[in-house]
């Protein structure tokens, strides 16, 4: 697939949300937020091309992978078209030797990896394979113990102070610059709810960006990290969804930076709170209708922009 087609799904993924939201269905942007909460290591572009061709998508692979764990994807499913990176090994320059070589000289000697571009690979979902059942790793139903502590433990590294009082009521929770304080007593769900989104404030506009958006953005912005955060662990959110629209208010532009943002900063927390898998799944050609690609991490960001769509 050539890269101007990719760039069009890309593009058209974006606009469709746009065009939801435009006529009032603010359902479509809470169909992405859920698909950020379960791809949270994927690209913005990618979360957007996975949520359009299949929102209901709850678990990707290629066909190698899925036949990896006993599972085959089904006949006449379709794949699912996401970008995966190119990376080639470069050979550093030669350079004149000299007597003293350091201790990780022969590091530096070794090819260094690139990244060249992107390709088109396709992957598919759970639902879309049948063969074994899978391993359950964990079911955490609105039980939060360890991420709970987890993320007090990332707060604290973020060099930002945490203390409990009752006197913010009816306020749950404050933010103000390097100290979090939070409403002593909540439930450990609705306590790391909140915590959620005043770290995401603490990361998000403690910058010039506070000067750039305004409050309801910012807080919308906020609440949209936790509701990201809070399903990709499995706990309830209520209604707040049907508020996200707010997000938008109108303009295009507002709703891709404001998306992005809440998917970069989601995606920092979760890997700072979820348990280390041990697996690892690597992206496969695309060189058949049934391609072999499987997850692939975020790329870095500087390589990332395509046409005004992040990947």
């Given at each position: 697939m050539k890269l101007e087609e990719i760039n069009n799904k890309t593009n058209e993924a974006f606009s469709f949300l746009v065009a939801a939201l435009e006529?009032?269905?603010?359902?479509?942007?809470?169909?992405?937020?859920?698909?950020?909460?379960?791809?949270?290591?994927?690209?913005?572009?990618?979360?957007?091309?996975?949520?359009?061709?299949?929102?209901?998508?709850?678990?990707?692979?290629?066909?190698r992978t899925w036949n990896s764990l006993g599972r085959f994807v089904k006949r006449g499913e379709k794949g699912?078209?996401?970008?995966?990176?190119?990376?080639?090994?470069?050979k550093p320059t030669d350079e004149i030797a000299t007597e003293v070589e350091s201790e990780n000289s022969a590091d530096e000697r070794k090819p260094q990896q690139q990244l060249y571009g992107f390709r088109a690979v396709y992957v598919f979902d759970v639902s879309q394979t049948e063969?074994?059942?899978?391993?359950?790793?964990?079911?955490?139903?609105?039980?939060?113990?360890?991420?709970?502590?987890?993320?007090?433990?990332?707060?604290?590294?973020?060099?930002?102070?945490?203390?409990?009082?009752?006197k913010i009521a009816p306020a749950k929770g404050l933010s103000s610059g390097g100290r979090i304080t939070l409403l002593a007593g909540m439930q450990?769900?609705?306590?790391?709810?909140?915590?959620?989104?005043?770290?995401?404030?603490?990361?998000?506009?403690?910058?010039?960006?506070?000067?750039?958006?305004?409050?309801?953005?910012?807080?919308?912005?906020?609440?949209?990290?936790?509701?990201?955060?809070?399903?990709?662990i499995g706990l309830e959110t209520g209604t707040a969804s049907a508020d996200?629209?707010?997000?938008?208010?109108?303009?295009?532009?507002?709703?891709?930076?404001?998306?992005?943002?809440?998917?970069r900063t989601a995606a920092v927390i979760l890997g700072a709170i979820s348990p280390r898998l041990a697996t690892?799944?690597?992206?496969?050609?695309?060189?058949?209708?049934?391609?072999?690609?499987?997850?692939?991490?975020q790329p870095p960001?500087?390589?990332?922009?395509?046409?005004?769509?992040s990947f």
């Open positions: 006529s009032g269905e603010s359902e479509v942007l809470t169909e992405y937020l859920n698909a950020m909460a379960r791809f949270h290591t994927y690209s913005f572009g990618n979360i957007m091309l996975i949520a359009r061709q299949k929102p209901t998508a709850t678990r990707v692979a290629g066909i699912i078209l996401i970008l995966a990176p190119m990376v080639g090994r470069k063969g074994k059942e899978l391993p359950t790793l964990t079911d955490v139903e609105g039980d939060v113990t360890g991420y709970r502590e987890r993320l007090i433990e990332y707060v604290e590294s973020q060099n930002i102070k945490l203390r409990y009082s009752e450990p769900a609705e306590e790391f709810s909140t915590l959620v989104h005043e770290m995401a404030h603490e990361m998000l506009h403690r910058s010039e960006r506070r000067t750039l958006t305004t409050k309801q953005v910012r807080e919308t912005e906020a609440e949209a990290v936790a509701f990201v955060v809070c399903q990709s996200y629209i707010q997000l938008w208010n109108g303009d295009a532009n507002l709703l891709a930076e404001s998306l992005g943002v809440v998917q690892s799944e690597e992206a496969e050609p695309a060189n058949q209708t049934q391609a072999e690609p499987a997850p692939i991490a960001a500087e390589a990332e922009a395509l046409s005004g769509i």
